[in-house]
């Protein structure tokens, strides 16, 4: 997806359509309206962000993938796979900075399953640490 390929983006956007038309149904029962701005939207962010986080010495190497090392975790938080892609974690660094610098938001709301939690336990870790974001620039 992030390399562009177009028959993967077109089924994607296949899939999200069908999606769009079945959570519409239920922004219009609880009265409510959706901006939307996937996965996808981030995807110019994420390479300002991540050199935001490497400036301030957060970034390592290790065994040849870039990783955040988070204190009390076994495992650090991968941001550049060894094959230089990009991955959940640096678009989830990328969504908050544009959310708190673009949209200047005051909540953010995550809902997810407990199978992501080992990795938003090392984001919002992070996260807490995320000043270095706020009110910087990109691109």
């Known amino acids: 997806m992030q390399g562009g390929e177009e028959k993967f983006r077109k089924a994607w956007a296949q899939i999200c359509e069908i999606s769009r038309k ?3 149904k239920v922004y219009q029962h609880l009265g409510g309206h959706l901006e939307e701005n996937g996965e996808s939207f981030y995807n110019p962010y994420i390479p300002g962000t991540l050199d935001l986080l490497r400036e301030r010495g ?45 949209e200047k938001a005051e909540w953010i709301i995550y809902v997810t399953d407990v199978g992501q939690r080992e990795h938003f336990e090392m984001f919002f870790t992070l996260s807490q640490l995320y000043t270095v974001l706020v009110s910087t620039t990109l691109l």
Request: aromatic share 12%; glycine share 10%; net charge negative.
């Open 58 to 102: 957060l970034i390592e190497e290790s065994e040849g993938a870039q990783v955040i090392f988070i204190e009390g975790k076994k495992i650090p938080l991968i941001v550049v796979k060894r094959d230089g892609g990009f991955n959940y974690a640096s678009t989830d660094l990328a969504a908050l900075w544009y959310r708190l610098n673009e």
């Open 22 to 24: 079945g959570y519409e």
